[in-house]
């Protein structure tokens, strides 16, 4: 699900300063253990800090809001956040996200143009072909089941900029 128009222009600005300077960033995340010589920068969030944090829990709970498909009776529970960047030059790889059962993904930066590609791509089981693609978008958070094959895309020449986006995963 694509979630659009969620947020006003001032929490963009703000959830992207927050993202990017108050954080520890390593390049320590791997989405799959064949790619050891391609780690990626991210900064784990802390759960005590996306509960208490206004930015963070608004983000989460919208989140947690655009899950339609969620079993009656069944609370999505927050149990890993990060925030991920990507820029010219990154290898990323397709991946499922193991462990949980949905991910949303916010795209955070509050500026994007169209030409600077970075989309969001989701595969087919056999990992051969892509089956949608969902453009960056300041604001805009995408959520689906874990399970679905999808890698990040890398941004053109043309940016001049990280691509940030915040990843939180929940268990049904």
Not at 21 to 49: E, I, K, M, V, W
Not at 63 to 68: D, G, K
Request: glycine share 4%; net charge positive; with cysteine.
């Amino acid at each position: 699900m694509i979630v659009d128009g969620a947020f006003a222009p001032d929490f963009i600005r703000a959830l992207f300063q927050r993202a990017t300077d108050r954080l520890q960033y390593s390049f320590a995340r791997l989405n799959r253990a064949d790619q050891t010589a391609f780690p990626s920068l991210s900064a784990q969030l802390r759960l005590t800090d996306v509960k208490s944090d206004p930015l963070w829990s608004r983000l989460a709970k919208r989140a947690t809001s655009a899950m339609a498909w969620k079993p009656q009776g069944k609370a999505p529970r927050l149990v890993r956040g990060q925030v991920n960047v990507t820029t010219l030059g990154d290898v990323q790889f397709v991946h499922a996200d193991v462990g949980v059962s949905v991910t949303a993904v916010y795209f955070a930066n509050p500026e994007w143009h169209v030409d600077w590609l970075g989309e969001l791509l989701f595969y087919d089981a056999a990992e051969s072909e892509v089956v949608a693609a969902v453009t960056p978008k300041p604001g805009r958070m995408v959520v689906f089941e874990s399970s679905a094959r999808h890698r990040a895309g890398i941004p053109s020449v043309l940016c001049r900029i990280p691509r940030v986006t915040v990843a939180l995963k929940f268990k049904l």
